[in-house]
């Protein structure tokens, strides 16, 4: 035991004190700070006045379009191709061309010096258009108000009832989105840290220290010491990422409101990042409010945050273990590729299938991955937020720690004799009979 | 007393034997040289004795007791294929290795700081080892085996990458531990430094011990009863002087000096021999040639080859 902490003190500390290490720890954060307030400073830039200059033949625009801060219409009596010809002689920066068959045509034109950015021209067509819309509303006779009360917009809740009787409503975007995160964060860990895991076992045969130390220890101790070394390394990383980037962001924020920036622009421009953002935005402060009252009402954050905990750890260590069965079989990590696949298919799988699973939540397909111990870590995160039932959970639980028993086992009697076996091209074949050797 | 013995091991990998019915005895306070062919076993055999793999049958004990997980801590192993963490500082990693064998990080240290002073090393204390030599490497490998004091040590091939100079450095270290106390297991295909060596022997050829034994013992058992008479005076007459009991294998002259070699049969000694050419040459010396370890090693091991090669015939 006390050489198991020796190996684990030593796995970590090496890779802790790795200028890489402190490096990634450092950026990683700056990283992540400054992608956010690169957009609040996107945002901050003023954009520049755009004078349009309008030349209307089908003359029912004429000064009918609304202004803003950073657009002035003015109308031209001119035709186009003189307008066209004085361009550079003015100071606008855009012409737009409205031809007199605009109603049957539908299609406008717009000549620039420099190209406009996206946001004008969106701008120019919703206005043009909502004008047009207008226009034809009146000629067809029904008023604009009218219209408003017959367009409908409709609000779906969806409630399940139990087989007691009881009635739980699952309209929760927040902890769908929390978590489908965790999931990433999962699946994200496993794959950094479960290849380091690998590099490690591969660096230890290359160099031939292997057989130095497994004379002083017992291989098993050895894998498993570098397994656990490893993934401290990886939460420790994750811990100071979160400490950092909290830290950075405030200060950063502190900043940037001194500048008398809005804090609203800022609450925005974080929102813009959820998937949610648009229906988010489009909500009224009550209903956000509600929802994140159900949140805390509906998630059971202590089980969230101890599943999340669990296969964070469990996934982890499961393939921690057959990563280091991998490197242990291997001489190079050039000819790891061929193993690799039984891996890293599951794992890609359990990614790509979340999204079916989110959508999906209460399929058989979600159970089995749910509960199958090389997806469920990732699969499990993204259908907790859903409501999983107890039996399904614990079901999954001790599957995982099932899983992770048997391939500890399997990839220990892999890793001992594959540690040993120098210069010597492995095969599937080979692995097999590795199984059956005695200790 | 032994304090290392191995009795009727066996080992199977897959259709495979690698060891088979291989029994030693290593003596208390002993070289004991393991010698083979490559392939013969050897690993196998010095890797089941530090618990890396297991036997399929037979029975290990270490001073007189059965072979247990803690002896490890008492054995000092020098692997063929060995290496240290390239990206780790020296002295980190042999307390980090002396530790694994049990030691406190006082007692690592204070022995590290004895053997690098006795080695001149101590300059290498914080430099990775990838910045040394294969040779410096080599020095800091060995100072980190022995640094345990193990009671019995297993070095297999260990002169290999060392210059002439730290090798017999290297050698003098083994004799020195010898006369502390150290039992040694050798393993080597030098043949020369197992006369220098070497007490007992094992030799080991395709999965089967086929001779053992002092080294001593070993060459007087292998005489062939062959001198190599320094002799000046006519050659002829002492061909004609030695009689049927003797073969004459070889003879040349080097200026004055003329040199054969005898092969005595049926028994004869050399003093018949002497005898017989006294009186026709000057004799100016006399001497047995014993076979070397590697003569040995050869005729044993081709011998066996050609044996098995016979039975396929039949």
Not at chain 1, 309 to 318: D, M, R, S, V
Not at chain 2, 40 to 62: H, M, V
Request: with cysteine; aromatic share 12%.
């Amino acid at each position: 035991m006390n050489k198991i902490f020796l190996i684990i003190q030593r796995e970590y500390l090496t890779r802790v004190k790795k200028k890489s290490f402190i490096v990634m720890t450092i950026l990683g954060p700056i990283l992540m700070v400054g992608l956010v307030f690169a957009q609040f400073w996107i945002k901050m830039i003023p954009e520049e006045k755009q004078n349009i200059l309008v030349v209307d033949e089908s003359m029912l625009f004429n000064n009918k379009l609304d202004n803003t801060t950073n657009q002035t219409f003015s109308y031209s009596k001119n035709t186009l191709a003189y307008e066209q010809n004085n361009f550079y002689k003015t100071n606008y920066n855009v012409i737009l061309y409205i031809p007199s068959n605009i109603i049957d045509a539908q299609k406008i034109q717009i000549y620039y010096k420099k190209q406009p950015g996206l946001g004008m021209q969106d701008y120019i067509s919703t206005i043009v258009g909502k004008k047009l819309e207008d226009m034809k509303l009146m000629a067809s006779g029904i008023q604009a108000n009218q219209l408003a009360s017959i367009k409908t917009k409709l609000n779906v809740t969806t409630t399940k009832i139990e087989k007691s009787g009881n009635f739980e409503t699952k309209d929760n975007e927040v902890s769908m989105a929390l978590g489908f995160i965790a999931g990433i964060l999962i699946y994200v860990f496993i794959f950094l840290y479960g290849a380091q895991v690998m590099r490690g076992v591969i660096e230890e045969k290359t160099s031939r220290i292997i057989e130095v130390i497994i004379s002083s220890v017992k291989p098993f101790e050895l894998m498993m010491g570098k397994i656990i070394g490893i993934a401290m390394v990886g939460l420790t990383q994750f811990l100071l990422w979160i400490i950092l980037s909290a830290i950075g962001t405030t200060l950063v924020g502190n900043y940037f409101i001194k500048d008398k920036v809005n804090v609203d622009q800022i609450e925005q421009t974080f929102k813009a990042n959820t998937p949610q953002s648009a229906a988010f935005k489009e909500m009224s402060t009550d209903k956000k409010a509600e929802i994140m009252d159900s949140f805390f009402e509906q998630v059971n954050l202590p089980v969230m945050l101890f599943s999340f905990l669990f296969y964070f750890l469990g996934g982890y260590l499961l393939y921690g273990a057959l990563f280091a069965a991998v490197g242990s079989a291997v001489d190079n990590e050039a000819d790891t590729q061929q193993f690799m696949l039984p891996l890293t298919i599951p794992l890609i799988l359990s990614f790509t299938l979340a999204q079916n699973v989110m959508t999906n939540p209460e399929s058989s397909l979600a159970f089995w991955l749910s509960v199958f111990p090389l997806t469920s870590p990732v699969i499990m995160m993204v259908r907790i937020p859903f409501g999983v039932p107890y039996f399904d959970l614990i079901f999954s639980m001790l599957m995982l720690v099932a899983g992770f028993i048997g391939a500890t086992w399997l990839s220990a009697k892999i890793y001992r004799t594959g540690i040993l076996m120098y210069g010597k091209k492995t095969s599937y074949k080979e692995i097999w009979k590795w199984l059956f050797y005695k200790a | 007393m032994d304090i290392f013995l191995a009795n009727n091991i066996v080992k199977n990998y897959d259709k495979y034997t690698a060891l088979d019915h291989v029994s030693i005895n290593v003596k208390k306070n002993s070289i004991f040289g393991l010698l083979g062919p490559n392939g013969a076993g050897k690993t196998s055999l010095i890797r089941i004795i530090n618990q890396i793999t297991g036997p399929d049958s037979g029975e290990l004990f270490f001073n007189g007791q059965k072979l247990q997980q803690h002896h490890i801590e008492r054995i000092g192993y020098l692997p063929e294929e060995r290496g240290l963490y390239k990206k780790m500082e020296v002295g980190e990693q042999a307390l980090y290795l002396a530790r694994l064998k049990g030691l406190s990080r006082q007692e690592a240290t204070k022995r590290l700081k004895y053997w690098f002073e006795k080695f001149e090393i101590t300059t290498w204390w914080n430099k990775k080892i990838e910045e040394l030599s294969k040779g410096m490497q080599q020095k800091v490998q060995f100072v980190v085996t022995i640094l345990h004091e193990p009671e019995l040590l297993i070095l297999d091939e260990p002169f290999s990458g060392f210059d002439p100079i730290n090798a017999n450095l290297i050698k003098n270290e083994i004799l020195e531990l010898k006369a502390k106390g150290t039992s040694i297991i050798f393993s080597t295909h030098n043949m020369s430094s197992v006369e220098e060596l070497c007490d007992d022997i094992a030799l080991i050829n395709r999965s089967k011990k086929i001779l053992e034994g002092s080294v001593k013992e070993i060459k007087k058992e292998y005489r062939t009863n062959t001198y190599r008479v320094e002799f000046s005076g006519n050659i002829i007459a002492f061909t004609n002087a030695i009689w049927t009991g003797c073969e004459l294998i070889e003879k040349h002259s080097e200026g004055n000096q003329n040199f054969a070699t005898v092969k005595l049969l049926y028994n004869a000694t050399p003093n018949q021999l002497l005898e017989a050419i006294m009186p026709h040459v000057m004799v100016n010396g006399l001497q047995e040639i014993i076979p070397s370890m590697n003569d040995i090693f050869i005729s044993k091991v081709s011998n066996e080859k050609l044996n098995i090669e016979s039975n396929f015939t039949e």
